[in-house]
């Protein structure tokens, strides 16, 4: 069996369920601005580059500029976390779990740092080696970009650390939406989706877990050996 080499996780909705405070600030930013907004609307962002949506909430007649929507959006979120921090079943343990058979991790999210800095400075030291955000990439997701740029930072250490280089095939993403497996499939990385908001089409690119909940490190390495088939 291959060696899992690393886990490269998204993070709303993935590794924490942070989707109903981005929908309630969306909500209540549109109605401020005399817009109106709804379920279908809302979920249409799940997954999203925040450019994106900033771009729909404008539509919905949000008055602001894409990066004011984003800030505003993002600092809702992050006060709500920090009452709160939403984890999806089974994350955390899956994540100590890889710590302690010293598999590598990282954050791969289209959030802004703010955010994501204060879901990893709430786990334990070293659980995610680092985060990959949506301010730090110039196109998000469906596109790779910040799939590669995670996995390009991780692979300039790899060989050093354990004497073998990094490879994609031995690399697992683990995602909620469509934008996000579309982007660790094109990444070239084994694709763990786990649908939760959203329905996945059934293409056969990635496979399907109904949850977290007693993943363990074992099943993701029988994922680099096994074709990945549609949810059933």
């Excluded at 399907?208 to 390495?221: I, M, Q, W």
Aim: net charge negative; aromatic share 6%.
């Amino acid at each position: 069996m291959s060696e899992l080499q690393a886990v490269f996780w998204d993070m709303d909705g993935t590794l924490v369920d942070t989707e109903p405070y981005w929908i309630e600030s969306e909500y209540k930013l549109v109605k401020a601005h005399g817009g109106t907004w709804n379920e279908e609307k809302a979920h249409l962002l799940v997954g999203q580059a925040l450019s994106y949506s900033a771009g729909i909430l404008q539509e919905a007649g949000v008055q602001m500029s894409a990066q004011q929507i984003i800030d505003h959006l993002t600092a809702q979120v992050v006060a709500k976390c920090a009452e709160s921090i939403p984890w999806r079943p089974g994350a955390r343990d899956l994540l100590a779990e890889l710590q302690a058979e010293q598999v590598r991790a990282a954050l791969v999210t289209m959030s802004f740092t703010p955010l994501a800095r204060a879901i990893h400075q709430a786990l334990p030291a070293g659980q995610l080696e680092f985060i990959v955000t949506g301010d730090m990439v110039s196109a998000g997701k469906p596109d790779p970009e910040a799939y590669h740029l995670a996995f390009d930072k991780m692979a300039a250490d790899h060989a050093e650390r354990t004497g073998a280089p990094l490879q994609r095939s031995r690399c697992i993403a683990i995602e909620d939406s469509v934008p996000g497996t579309a982007a660790a499939t094109a990444s070239g990385m084994v694709t763990l989706a786990i649908p939760h908001y959203t329905p996945l089409p059934e293409t056969g690119q990635w496979h399907v877990f109904d949850t977290l909940d007693g993943a363990r490190v074992e099943h993701l390495r029988q994922l680099l050996v096994r074709d990945p088939v549609p949810a059933v």
